[in-house]
């Protein structure tokens, strides 16, 4: 049996009702969450609860690290590449539908040029879910994987440089642990294995592209 066939099998094994209410509920989520985001964007700082001030969601959620592990968490936890795909596109037309109607028709208001930047990475999130969702599996393909997106999140975690290294935010830390226990290979030393793999292409990729999406 081929590895596209278990894939399958295991697929067949969930009930349609169940694929399709999941699916929705991730619909819905990313919906609900699109509306937060939004809200806390467009409310003064001082009408907001100490600690969204204090911790700066209104900014982090405008950030990239907490979609990604959202999206990572998705795909992951999703019964086959192909359901990750799609997972992981609903729930990301589904918040930037409802964040950007908001912004239009509540906010009075529409970002185009970054709107236009989500558009974009909604359109790839099914390729990139779908080879997130491998991540989770065993041998030198998946660990090149996951390292990849410990690469990811480290640069979106930490600001770096020949002399400096700081953390962008407390929660932009809590991000990159939870990716990292999420991801967690088999064995302590593969787990470790795969952050120096992923720290070390993090520098790489930063001194030879010194750009920033964090």
């Not at 989520?29 to 700066?56: C, H, M, R, W």
Request: glycine share 6%; proline share 2%; aromatic share 20%.
């Amino acid at each position: 049996m081929s590895f596209l066939d278990c894939i399958r099998r295991v697929d067949k094994q969930i009930s349609t009702s169940k694929k399709i209410t999941n699916t929705f509920a991730i619909l819905i989520f990313g919906i609900a969450l699109g509306i937060v985001s939004k809200f806390f964007d467009t409310t003064a700082s001082n009408e907001l609860p100490f600690i969204v001030q204090y911790l700066d969601i209104r900014n982090f959620l405008g950030r990239f690290s907490i979609w990604v592990l959202i999206a990572l968490c998705i795909s992951l936890y999703s019964h086959s590449p192909f359901r990750a795909a799609i997972n992981v596109f609903l729930f990301f037309l589904g918040m930037i539908t409802s964040y950007y109607l908001y912004s239009a028709f509540i906010a009075g208001f529409f970002p185009a040029s970054y709107a236009m930047i989500w558009f974009g990475f909604t359109v790839i999130s099914p390729l990139l879910a779908f080879v997130c969702w491998y991540a989770k599996g065993k041998g030198h393909v998946s660990l090149v994987i996951s390292a990849a997106i410990v690469a990811v999140l480290f640069h979106m975690t930490f600001v770096y440089g020949w002399i400096y290294f700081e953390v962008r935010s407390i929660l932009e830390l809590f991000v990159f642990v939870c990716g990292i226990i999420v991801m967690k290979r088999d064995t302590a030393i593969n787990t470790i294995c795969m952050i120096i793999i992923g720290i070390v292409l993090a520098f790489a990729l930063h001194f030879v592209f010194p750009f920033s999406f964090g």
